[in-house]
């Protein structure tokens, strides 16, 4: 029979890759939930540039439970699967934000337009992927748009519109909307033919 000791430190291994799994997805997980419930950035973001780090450690500790308890066992198998799923979320988030990965309600209630308004904006204090994601929900929800794409590696956004319905002031105050601290200025703004 094993001791409590040795129990605890057997789960060890499991809890710590989890953890900083999660800590290396902070600005997002963390960030997406907060999101879920109205609440403004928490200041997660300040981790993002520990992240490689985060990850490292994600790494090596799913690495030792693999070598300690065998591939086969379900709790590893469960750990390396949240592990690598938190992990990863902040490439999920990037790839939805900039419109690579999409729901299929969204893409079906699309209307058909010949043309398109397109709005480029530079957005200042984008700090993560969640943050992106905030002002791709805001795009988003506006009637009259077409689609959205926020990036959070050059702070900007491109935003498609039905001609005619919205100017370069509506767009910045929607992202003014989401949080004050963002500072949203459209660089450019054209029509474009779909076909």
């Known amino acids: 029979m094993q001791s409590k000791s040795t129990l605890s430190s057997d789960k060890s291994?499991?809890?710590w890759a989890i953890?900083?799994?999660l800590?290396?997805?902070s600005?997002?997980?963390i960030q997406l939930v907060l999101n879920l419930f109205s609440i403004s950035c928490a200041g997660f973001s300040i981790?993002?540039?520990y992240r490689p780090i985060f990850l490292s450690f994600t790494t090596i500790l799913i690495l030792y439970t693999i070598s300690k308890y065998g591939i086969n066992s379900k709790r590893t198998l469960v750990t390396l699967l949240i592990s690598l799923s938190l992990s990863s979320s902040p490439e999920i988030v990037s790839l939805y934000n900039q419109g690579r990965i999409t729901t299929s309600s969204f893409s079906?209630?699309?209307p058909l337009t010949k043309e398109i308004e397109i709005f480029i904006v530079q957005i200042n204090g984008i700090s993560c992927e969640g943050c992106a994601n905030?002002?791709?929900t805001q795009f988003d929800s506006k009637p009259f748009v077409i689609d959205s794409k926020v990036y959070f590696n050059n702070q900007s956004a491109i935003v498609s519109v039905i001609p005619g319905n919205y100017k370069s002031i509506d767009i910045e105050t929607w992202v003014k909307m989401v949080d004050f601290k963002y500072e949203a200025k459209v660089i450019q703004q054209y029509?474009?033919?779909k076909y």
């Open 27 to 29: 600005c997002c997980i």
């Open 134 to 136: 905030r002002i791709k």
């Open 191 to 193: 029509i474009e033919n």
């Open 13 to 15: 291994s499991y809890i």
């Open 47 to 49: 981790l993002t540039p």
């Open 108 to 110: 079906s209630e699309r």
């Open 19 to 21: 953890t900083t799994g």
């Open 23 to 25: 800590l290396s997805s």
